[in-house]
């Protein structure tokens, strides 16, 4: 079968599965066993990766989450002197509308949008669309349609497991390129960087087995299910070899490659757990006779992987509903079990958060930025032979990441409730997480990924709490509508003048993060000093822009937790620079030179305060309004306009001085 034709016959069984949720529903009820308390009572983890979605592309509207309503977004340069932030994207390439900001897909009006075009999605347009941070120009690179947007009435079936589970509003693809090499990275833990094993793997180009007269160089490092077999971890990946979208990264690999010829000394055991058909039939069959695996890996069929072209997010639903329903035919089982459900990469669909990264490299490698952490095997710098189409020479030395923003669902007793985890992830997270719960280490992981990335274990309450559970829809109709469509595919016409997305208010319960941060400035006559402070467990990239100088890029400083990192600027008509970190991390300070106001935040029992040093008076301004207050040296001014997720939001101005502070209050975590 082609990659892009439907299977009619493949798809109808999902469908039939799917408009019965009966299974679904009892499971939302069915309390996870609690033993210890502790991830050691996960027994199963299952982990399906579906096909190139955005965050923004489908719950940049959700209330509770980071999306189209945050209140503070990245700059963007300026372009005909309009000042803008990268909600507002230009075009000069397409010849349609110069101006974009995300749109609607409005399936319900136009229900060939489910069924939407795919964009471009691989190694030098991911590069141009990021362009060093300043993320300005996306649609230039990823064509306009990439804006478009699905709403709650579009994904019905997508919003209502959000909201009966966990969502991950700041899980990254974990490359700046397409699907295979972030396949490779979460199935090993790398992409080999450095290119001294068969990488660096940038492209698609070891996506299927090797065919006669091919020369490719095999990847020759090891993967993580190699390390899960030979510590005694029982392991499989479900799928259809005649139908899995050449979505196994293993077939890459020369360990896997050598057990299908059966070369001496190779382990068959590779190919029956990783390289055999078993579908979701098996997979539900396992489930019943109590024999599902302590690590499982659901690979979809072409129409049921969520990609732009073969499938569609109906359909995709439909997929997804067959395999809770597999994993839910034994309630026992599902006592027992985590779902993991991520996205591989973004295709080309819009994301507005500046993915976390090492510091970008001038003409001379020179950072521009800092860390604390080593950046070894993070940064292009040796040619990828076997993908050297996609490997053009101006994106050498740049970062692999990471990569955008895309879904992640954390389905699973432990995470009933609907909150919604904005800790810092990424496709090593899912090892990460499968080290917490096994013991099984993966060295191939670097430092810096380490670092920065979580390991999804604050994404569940092991305390098992009881959660009011939700109802997921039917899908089976809209999924048949989108069959229907046949290999036809649509683009969506850009609108004419840019309209601001609405993201409704709305309030979600959030899972603890780890982080503590602060950015304090410092000024000695035209020289202005930022310092970036982590008093927090895990390591926080910030992003700095200069709002007087956004061509240039921003800054980015890797911070770990315990320590700090100054940078420094001259500006002798003025600053105005703004911050950003992770979970809506957000300074600003605007001034010139000999000003006076300087503001910090106190914490002190996860209570904020910001503490005031000036003369004279200032206004003091949050969302709802604003009040004048007396400044005088050392004033500590309580913080109490923070929501019930601790978040605050507020700004401190006097006579051309602004200082902005938003984010989140320290929480705990387990």
Same mark, same amino acid.
């Given at each position: 079968? !082609?990659?892009?034709?439907?299977? @009619?016959?493949? *798809?109808m069984?999902?469908?039939?599965? #799917?408009? /019965? &949720?009966?299974?679904?529903?009892?499971?939302?009820?069915?309390?996870?066993?609690?033993?210890?308390?502790?991830?050691?009572?996960?027994?199963?983890?299952?982990?399906?990766?579906?096909?190139?979605?955005?965050?923004?592309h489908?719950?940049g509207?959700?209330?509770?989450?980071?999306g189209?309503?945050?209140?503070?977004?990245?700059?963007?340069?300026?372009?005909?002197?309009?000042?803008?932030?990268v909600?507002?994207?230009?075009?000069?390439?397409?010849?349609?509308?110069?101006w974009?900001?995300?749109?609607?897909?409005?399936?319900?009006?136009?229900?060939?949008?489910m069924?939407?075009?795919?964009?471009?999605?691989?190694?030098?347009?991911?590069?141009?669309?990021?362009?060093?941070?300043?993320?300005?120009?996306?649609?230039?690179?990823?064509?306009?349609? !990439?804006?478009?947007?699905?709403? @709650?009435?579009? *994904?019905?079936?997508?919003?209502a497991? #959000?909201e /009966? &589970?966990?969502?991950?509003d700041?899980?990254?693809?974990?490359?700046?390129?397409?699907?295979?090499?972030?396949?490779?990275?979460?199935?090993?833990?790398?992409?080999?960087?450095?290119?001294?094993?068969?990488?660096?793997?940038?492209?698609?180009?070891?996506?299927?087995?090797?065919?006669?007269g091919?020369?490719?160089?095999?990847?020759?490092?090891?993967?993580?299910?190699?390390?899960?077999?030979?510590?005694?971890?029982?392991?499989r990946?479900?799928?259809?070899?005649?139908?899995?979208?050449?979505?196994?990264?293993?077939?890459?690999?020369?360990?896997?490659?050598?057990?299908?010829?059966?070369?001496?000394?190779?382990?068959p055991?590779?190919?029956?757990?990783?390289?055999?058909?078993?579908?979701?039939?098996g997979?539900?069959?396992?489930?019943?006779?109590?024999?599902?695996?302590?690590?499982?890996?659901?690979?979809?069929?072409?129409?049921?992987?969520?990609?732009?072209?073969?499938?569609?997010?109906?359909?995709?639903?439909?997929?997804?509903?067959?395999?809770?329903?597999?994993?839910?035919?034994?309630?026992?089982?599902?006592?027992r079990?985590?779902?993991?459900?991520?996205?591989?990469?973004?295709?080309?669909?819009?994301d507005?958060?500046?993915p976390?990264?090492?510091?970008?490299?001038?003409?001379?490698?020179?950072?521009?930025?800092?860390?604390?952490?080593?950046?070894?095997?993070?940064?292009?710098?040796?040619?990828?032979?076997?993908?050297?189409?996609?490997?053009?020479?101006?994106?050498?030395?740049?970062?692999?990441?990471?990569?955008?923003?895309?879904?992640m669902y954390?389905?699973?007793?432990?995470?009933?409730?609907?909150?919604?985890?904005?800790?810092?992830?990424?496709?090593?997270?899912?090892?990460?997480?499968?080290?917490?719960?096994?013991?099984?280490?993966?060295?191939?992981i670097?430092?810096?990924?380490?670092?920065?990335?979580?390991?999804?274990?604050?994404?569940?309450?092991?305390?098992g709490?009881?959660?009011?559970?939700v109802?997921?829809?039917?899908?089976?109709?809209?999924?048949?509508?989108?069959?229907?469509?046949?290999?036809?595919?649509?683009?969506?016409?850009?609108p004419?003048?840019?309209?601001?997305?609405?993201?409704?208010?709305?309030?979600r319960?959030?899972?603890?993060?780890?982080?503590?941060?602060?950015?304090?400035?410092?000024?000695?006559?035209?020289?202005?000093s930022?310092?970036?402070?982590?008093?927090?467990?895990?390591?926080?990239?910030?992003?700095?822009?200069?709002?007087?100088?956004?061509?240039?890029?921003?800054?980015?400083?890797?911070?770990?937790?315990?320590?700090?990192?100054?940078?420094?600027?001259?500006?002798?008509?003025?600053?105005?620079?703004?911050?950003?970190?992770?979970?809506?991390?957000?300074?600003?300070?605007?001034?010139r030179?000999?000003?006076?106001?300087?503001?910090?935040?106190?914490?002190?029992?996860?209570?904020?305060?910001?503490?005031?040093?000036?003369?004279?008076?200032?206004?003091?301004?949050?969302?709802?309004?604003?009040?004048?207050?007396?400044l005088?040296?050392?004033?500590?001014?309580?913080?109490?306009?923070?929501?019930?997720?601790?978040?605050?939001?507020?700004?401190?101005?006097?006579?051309?001085?602004?200082?902005e502070f938003?984010?989140?209050?320290?929480?705990k975590?387990?």
């Open positions: 079968m !082609s990659k892009f034709q439907i299977d @009619r016959r493949t *798809l069984s999902g469908l039939t599965a #799917a408009a /019965a &949720f009966p299974s679904i529903a009892r499971a939302l009820h069915i309390a996870p066993r609690v033993r210890t308390g502790t991830i050691k009572d996960v027994e199963h983890v299952v982990i399906l990766m579906q096909e190139n979605r955005s965050f923004d489908y719950f509207t959700m209330p509770g989450v980071r189209y309503s945050d209140p503070h977004p990245a700059p963007a340069p300026k372009v005909e002197g309009r000042e803008r932030d909600f507002l994207q230009y075009d000069s390439v397409s010849g349609g509308p110069k974009l900001a995300p749109f609607p897909l409005n399936t319900r009006q136009t229900f060939a949008h069924r939407l075009e795919g964009t471009p999605h691989s190694w030098p347009d991911a590069h141009a669309a990021r362009d060093q941070g300043r993320m300005g120009r996306w649609p230039e690179a990823k064509q306009p349609h !990439s804006m478009g947007y699905f709403e @709650r009435e579009d *994904l019905p079936f997508q919003y497991l #959000a /009966a &589970f966990t969502l991950c700041g899980y990254f693809c974990s490359l700046q390129t397409g699907t295979n090499p972030n396949r490779v990275m979460m199935w090993s833990g790398t992409i080999d960087g450095a290119g001294e094993r068969g990488g660096p793997c940038i492209g698609n180009s070891h996506d299927t087995m090797p065919k006669a091919e020369t490719l160089t095999p990847y020759r490092w090891t993967t993580y299910v190699e390390r899960l077999q030979a510590a005694g971890v029982d392991w990946i479900y799928q259809d070899m005649d139908d899995n979208f050449t979505d196994n990264p293993l077939v890459g690999f020369e360990a896997f490659q050598k057990a299908v010829a059966g070369a001496p000394g190779s382990d055991q590779l190919v029956e757990r990783g390289l055999k058909t078993r579908a979701l039939d997979l539900k069959a396992d489930v019943l006779a109590g024999r599902l695996p302590q690590v499982s890996y659901v690979i979809a069929t072409a129409a049921g992987s969520e990609h732009p072209g073969p499938s569609s997010p109906a359909q995709g639903a439909a997929y997804t509903a067959e395999v809770i329903d597999a994993l839910t035919a034994d309630p026992e089982v599902w006592a079990t985590v779902l993991l459900v991520n996205f591989d990469e973004n295709d080309g669909f819009f507005h958060v500046p976390p990264a090492p510091p970008s490299r001038d003409g001379e490698g020179r950072l521009n930025g800092g860390s604390t952490v080593d950046l070894a095997g993070e940064y292009h710098l040796k040619p990828s032979a076997d993908d050297a189409r996609l490997d053009l020479p101006q994106y050498r030395g740049r970062s692999y990441g990471l990569g955008p923003r895309v879904p954390v389905v699973s007793p432990w995470s009933r409730g609907g909150r919604v985890c904005s800790e810092v992830f990424d496709h090593t997270s899912v090892i990460r997480f499968l080290e917490a719960r096994f013991g099984v280490m993966e060295p191939n670097s430092p810096w990924r380490r670092a920065v990335c979580g390991d999804l274990t604050s994404s569940l309450d092991f305390t709490k009881d959660a009011k559970p109802a997921l829809p039917s899908v089976a109709d809209d999924a048949a509508r989108a069959l229907a469509l046949g290999d036809k595919t649509t683009t969506p016409p850009t004419a003048e840019p309209v601001m997305p609405v993201q409704p208010k709305g309030f319960p959030a899972c603890p993060t780890p982080y503590v941060l602060e950015c304090e400035m410092a000024q000695d006559g035209a020289a202005v930022l310092s970036f402070v982590n008093k927090g467990r895990r390591a926080a990239v910030f992003h700095v822009y200069d709002r007087n100088d956004l061509d240039a890029g921003p800054r980015r400083y890797t911070v770990e937790g315990g320590q700090a990192l100054k940078g420094a600027w001259v500006m002798a008509e003025g600053f105005d620079l703004q911050v950003m970190g992770p979970d809506g991390f957000h300074r600003r300070f605007v001034g030179p000999g000003q006076t106001l300087a503001a910090r935040l106190d914490w002190r029992d996860a209570a904020v305060a910001v503490v005031v040093t000036g003369s004279g008076e200032a206004c003091l301004t949050t969302p709802a309004g604003g009040n004048t207050i007396k005088r040296d050392g004033a500590r001014l309580p913080v109490d306009w923070a929501d019930a997720n601790h978040r605050y939001d507020f700004a401190i101005q006097q006579a051309g001085t602004r200082f938003a984010g989140r209050a320290p929480t975590v387990g």
